[in-house]
């Protein structure tokens, strides 16, 4: 599916099982201008990407984030198998947890999540997506515009803001 | 009662909330992502909390109640209790569940009852005092004022 240059607001795959956490990142997300689809599993959002369907990619999704806690598939689980699928792996992930717990966060940084997120995640947690997001923008223009700004963190910040990618 | 004066109640009685715990900086975090898009987004939020406590405190009820405790199965619901109340920023509901987990690993039945009577009482507090923040928020819109003040 390829992204006319008028359209486009990244579009972020949230999964936690919690329906309250749900609707809090859905807002979150919303807020700062993404496209959301939330499943509550890791088997859902796996169906969702169209893994279990021959690997071959069903929809355009941006970035994954999601809680580390479920029944079934952890987070870690769900992270891993994103991360061995050829067709997925370059999908940033980011994962939330309730619990502080550094063993746990290294191992999902070192298992390929870009974040690690306390929950309650805060609107300036999701400030942190945009630059994994900018990093993965598939024309050379917009990369080498990404790459221009990531010269001053803190004016980045403001930059990424009004950056209106539609 | 006038606008203004509604107002000034409203306030004070937030600010009290905070002050004595009730309510932390998340609650906060919930009332600036509402807008006019989801005007109802923060009671939206309160009343999945209503629900999942409720739910999740008859089921620790019933689950120290057993003849052989499953503790694992305890511990599951406090978590979930810590990590709602935690997400609508319920502070002193969120700090019971946080010994009662440690009861919990200790598989220590009085402190677990214990701790079930107090958050029984944290919740129901809280409640009432989200209910009365909310009716209050109410009488200011019916009365012409808007949100923010």
Redesign the interface.
């Known amino acids: 599916m390829v992204m006319a240059a008028s359209e486009t607001k990244f579009h972020v795959l949230a999964v936690d099982d919690t329906l309250i956490d749900r609707k809090l990142i859905e807002k979150l997300l919303k807020t700062s201008s993404y496209q959301v689809t939330a499943v509550d599993s890791g088997t859902k959002a796996l169906e969702f990407l169209g893994l279990n369907n021959n690997d071959h990619q069903d929809v355009k999704v941006n970035l994954i984030i999601t809680d580390y806690c479920m029944p079934g598939m952890t987070g870690y689980d769900l992270l891993r198998k994103i991360k061995e699928s050829s067709s997925f792996k370059d999908i940033p992930v980011v994962i939330m947890s309730s619990d502080n717990i550094p063993s746990r966060i290294n191992r999902c940084l070192e298992g390929g999540a870009e974040e690690f997120f306390l929950k309650p995640v805060q609107l300036s947690d999701v400030n942190k997506l945009r630059p994994h997001l900018m990093k993965r923008t598939q024309t050379n223009v917009n990369k080498r515009k990404a790459m221009d700004e990531i010269v001053s963190p803190d004016r980045t910040r403001a930059r990424y803001n009004e950056l209106e990618v539609n | 009662m006038d606008l203004v004066q509604l107002q000034r109640q409203f306030v004070d009685y937030k600010t009290s909330l905070y002050h004595e715990g009730f309510l932390d900086e998340?609650f906060t975090?919930?009332q600036?992502?509402q807008?006019e898009n989801?005007p109802d987004?923060v009671v939206?939020?309160v009343s999945?909390?209503f629900e999942?406590s409720e739910r999740l405190l008859n089921e620790l009820a019933r689950a120290l109640e057993q003849q052989n405790i499953d503790y694992k199965r305890i511990d599951a619901h406090v978590?979930?209790l810590?990590?709602?109340s935690?997400?609508?920023?319920a502070q002193r509901v969120q700090k019971v569940c946080i010994a009662f987990r440690n009861y919990c690993e200790e598989q220590n039945v009085e402190g677990c009852l214990k701790c079930l009577q107090q958050v029984r009482h944290e919740y129901s507090l809280v409640k009432t005092k989200l209910e009365s923040l909310f009716q209050l928020e109410q009488q200011i819109l019916t009365a012409g004022g808007s949100f923010p003040m």
């Open positions: 998340q975090q919930l600036e992502l807008d989801n987004f939206e939020v999945l909390f999942d978590h979930q810590k990590g709602s935690s997400s609508i920023g």
